[in-house]
């Protein structure tokens, strides 16, 4: 125990003293939203920092670059980021899906190959599963993989690809036959570079009037064949498992945080300082309520985490708590921003760049960032869908 | 900075998870809704066979010291008795004789060894706290204790007394010269017409007013001075904790019967759980549900682990506020998803929604909690 505690210390003393200086630009909020080449290299920057001290991929196994140490202490190097508002680190989508996927199912040349790269910041990784035509049903997928020889040669769109710019890999779901017997069974995954002719990346401006996101196209792209994750035609199955680590219901990420968090004691703090009537906004009654529910729904999320790790407690319904995480969490921040905004008074109405904004605008991009996790990686909708249909066994649309 | 720091306690026993899975077998085989209707129209309003059974388990003295003869499992334990008891709507005089101890268990030995050893073999207690004007607060009792010699005279009016009828001791709540006390009266000692029966919203309950007075009590059966207070607190603590608990299992019921509903009706020639506009909300139901069992059994966990007074005030208030608005959510919309079955009698929805709004009014509802929490938080 003591012995935990003193590695916290170690951590916490080691991130003050080393966490970057605040730029002179805005940060993005989360990896997603890494929109210009100052943001990407600060935050890459402090990512090879981070794993240089040994606080990165500390459970994953020595061999290929990892702490092999017990979970126990990456989580408490998450827990003391998140508490002392470190930078997250951007390579995300490496680290904490197409990382532990690697070594949970990878053969051992691609985890040699992949997995140093990916704690390094030294290989970004990307996404490609949503396609311009089919969002949040990705079995739908129409881009096209197909053996030449020992290539394959992939043809489509991808889109919301975030890193797309930067990244060296994608995790990729392609077709690889129309004709199989359902539309689950005709799809593979690949682990593709995206360095080679015939892919091309064009950056897609948000609503914000930033970018962040790209669109990948595919013209006659050559892959090499050992880029096949797995057989063929078990990407769907593949695709499926990368989502438990993506939505945290499977553990075994590298660490690290992967967005500023903001909490509603942020907002407290705002309530304090902007004034309704005269006075500090955190004196109105209503304003107290709303800021008392939005408390009550963030300690009811945690504590649902808390439970989660008492099987006897969750036995009911075990997949509920894990499988409801992305809908509760981005919907809750997502209300969350609105009403942080409403706090301004007349001034919630101000943008970033505008003098007088508070945070210089903060608050709003924020509030309008928060879509891409409500929409990403299934829209909140989907998402009640399949707790609806997986966890109560309700009938399907 | 918040002056009450939120943790994230969460503590299971082996003891507790079997205590869970013996109370969830036992009401789901003891208390299905054709016997909850059943009991709504009898004149008790429980089932003694049930009754003494749950005594014989143990259940009645789970907070007991064991010198009392309780097992002395303390309130967590008695979490798992709540919640799946709310969960098939069972009514036993089991809550208000959970509250009855945790006032006792701030009395003075002598009074707890009158009292405690009956209750753990069966004997049944009540609390009367609330007044006429249906004030929660518990400190603002009007009755008045008067005290001539060894003895106090009761006079006053006291509502919503829980299984009053049926109860062998009533602790009662009321000033003694402008500050709380509390007495312990037997039920016998009751003058004749002191009790009336209350129409409650939810039938499952029984109900009663008590008008006293000048009704005597020894000296000894009071509870006064900082005693007072605390036997106030822990009342209070308990029925936040235990009503939470109920609500968390009406919450799982109500949850049931629609899930059932929504996967049995069709509409349009579809299963109307297939129609987004009411499975989308049944997932809100839910997810209302984990976020209440989470906040009741930290709260438990905090009471259980000895948190400051302050640190288990805010979790308990945090655990009613979330437990009555997600319990009436599911109640209300259970009616509306049974469509026009869900306005009949005959219709088990309604059950819920009636329970939901007993457990909102009772000891504090969402809106009064969340003004003390910003007190505590803001």
Known sequence: ?397 | MTAVKLKATMTFSEEQSMLLDTATEFFRSKSPTSVVRDLMLSEDGYDDAVWREMVDLGWSGLAIPEACGGSDLGLAAAVTIAEPMGRWLSATPWLSTQLFVQGVLAADDALRSACLPAVAEGAIGTVALCEVDGDWDLEAAGLTLRETGSQAALSGTKTFVLNADAADFLLISGNLEGAPALAVLDRESLPAGALHRETLIDDTRRSFELILDGVQVPDDRLIRGERALTALSRIRNAALLLISAESAGGIAGALEVIVEYLNTRTAFGRKIGSYQGLKHPTVDILIGLERTRSHVYHAASLIEAGESEEAIDVALRMAKAQASEAFAFAGDRAIQFHGGFGFTWECDAQLYLKRALWAQYAFGDAIHHRRHLAEALL
């Open chain 1, 1 to 397: 125990m003591s012995e935990l505690d003193d590695f916290r210390a170690e951590v916490a003393a080691w991130l003050e003293a080393n966490r970057p200086p605040e730029p002179d630009f805005l940060l993005p909020e989360t990896f997603m939203e890494v929109g210009t080449d100052r943001q990407f290299e600060y935050l890459r920057d402090w990512q090879r920092k981070v794993y240089e001290a040994g606080y990165l991929g500390m459970a994953w196994p020595k061999a290929y670059g990892g702490g092999g140490q017990p979970q126990v202490m990456q989580d408490i190097v998450n827990a003391e980021m998140a508490r002392l508002k470190v930078p997250f680190v951007p390579n995300t989508i490496g680290l904490n899906w197409a990382g532990p996927l690697i070594l949970a199912i990878g053969t051992e040349a691609e985890k040699q190959k992949y997995i140093p790269g990916i704690l390094s910041a030294e290989d970004i990784w990307c996404q490609g599963f949503s396609e311009p035509d089919n969002g949040s049903d990705l079995a739908a997928a129409t881009t096209r993989a197909v053996r030449d020889g020992d290539d394959w040669i992939l043809n489509g769109s991808k889109i919301w690809t975030s890193l797309g710019t930067y990244a060296k890999y994608m995790i990729l779901l392609a077709r690889t036959n129309p004709d199989a017997e359902n539309r689950y069974a005709g799809l593979s995954y690949f682990l593709a570079p995206m360095d080679v002719p015939g892919v091309d990346v064009q950056p897609i401006r948000k609503l914000t009037g930033e970018y962040g996101f790209t669109q990948t196209f595919f013209t006659d792209a050559r892959i090499p064949g050992d880029c096949l994750m797995g057989r063929e035609g078990e990407g769907w199955q593949i695709a499926m498992q990368t989502l438990t680590f993506e939505r945290s219901v499977a553990g075994g990420q590298a660490g690290g945080l992967s967005m500023n968090a903001v909490g509603v004691q942020d907002v407290l703090e705002l309530a304090r300082r902007v004034k309704r009537d005269g006075r500090p906004a955190i004196e109105d009654p209503i304003i107290r309520d709303e800021l008392v529910k939005f408390l009550i729904e963030e300690q009811g999320d945690r504590l649902c985490g808390a439970r989660a790790r008492h099987p006897a407690l969750i036995s009911e319904r075990p997949g509920a708590i894990a499988m409801s995480g992305k809908l509760r969490g981005t919907e809750h921040k997502r209300r969350l921003l609105q009403f942080a905004i409403t706090l301004q008074g007349a001034n919630g109405a101000r943008w970033v760049g505008d003098e007088r904004a508070e945070r210089g605008g903060l608050w709003q991009r924020s509030y309008f960032n928060a879509f891409s996790a409500t929409i990403g990686g299934g829209t909140s909708q989907v998402q009640a869908n399949i707790v609806g249909e997986r966890v109560l066994g309700l009938p399907k649309d």
